[in-house]
């Protein structure tokens, strides 16, 4: 009677004298179907090429071994897996919080921020606080929410009506853009701006002390989602 007795179950492939089988399905190097041969043979092969013999499909009868260097082929993985997990988009939901009462210019800032968030494929959950009398006036809130998305309409869409929820009416607004285009065309404005500053090295120490003031300027106006500015 089998029992396990414990300790993790390897997902790494069986290589070389860690294959227990008679006989195997032999891959050469280039992808090239060599037949099925005694393992004796593959692991001499392996050695002849100076490579690994690797069981690539373990469940096929008889199993299936490829000849590879083992090691470059983990490495390589390695570095898509890494490459996958940098452009994989995270849909992220910012918010932005307004009273129906706001002023002009304060409006302006936040629908500056709206915009932003849009431009880099994020939603943005839209919040209409009210507080005292101004309860008893929804439709402020309404116009205001249908003002914002006809201003942005260009970049987002509604994907959530405003509803009563409260005290606050809510909107959401989702981008036109999906956020792998927006991270791709960042890193194409990335990879312009340092060919550009490469080219014109006379003006790079310029761009750079105004990137640095933009950068102060986003991080002053910065709304996370975590912490929502107010009107």
Request: a positive charge; hydrophobic letters at 35%.
């Amino acid at each position: 009677m089998w029992c396990y007795r414990g300790g993790s179950i390897s997902a790494e492939p069986r290589i070389n004298d860690r294959i227990r089988v008679p006989e195997v399905r032999l891959v050469g190097p280039s992808g090239e179907q060599v037949g099925i041969v005694p393992l004796a043979k593959a692991l001499e092969l392996a050695q002849e090429y100076d490579l690994d013999l690797v069981e690539v499909a373990a469940n096929a009868r008889p199993p299936v071994c490829k000849l590879m260097d083992y090691g470059k082929f983990k490495y390589e993985s390695a570095m898509k897996a890494r490459e996958a997990r940098k452009n994989q988009a995270h849909t992220v939901i910012k918010e932005m919080k307004l009273r129906p009462k706001i002023d002009p210019h304060d409006y302006d800032t936040k629908k500056g921020h709206v915009v932003r968030f849009l431009k880099q494929g994020d939603k943005v959950k839209i919040t209409i606080m009210f507080r005292g009398r101004e309860q008893s006036r929804p439709e402020l809130g309404f116009r205001l929410l249908q003002r914002l998305a006809n201003d942005v309409q260009d970049l987002g869409f509604i994907e959530s009506n405003p509803k009563q929820d409260g005290r606050n009416m809510i909107m959401v607004l989702g981008p036109h853009k999906k956020k792998t285009e927006a991270m791709a065309e960042a890193r194409e404005a990335q990879a312009a701006r340092k060919a550009d500053a490469k080219a014109n090295p006379g003006k790079s120490q310029n761009l750079a002390e105004d990137q640095v003031d933009e950068d102060v300027v986003e991080a002053s106006a910065e709304t996370p989602a975590e912490a929502p500015a107010e009107a």
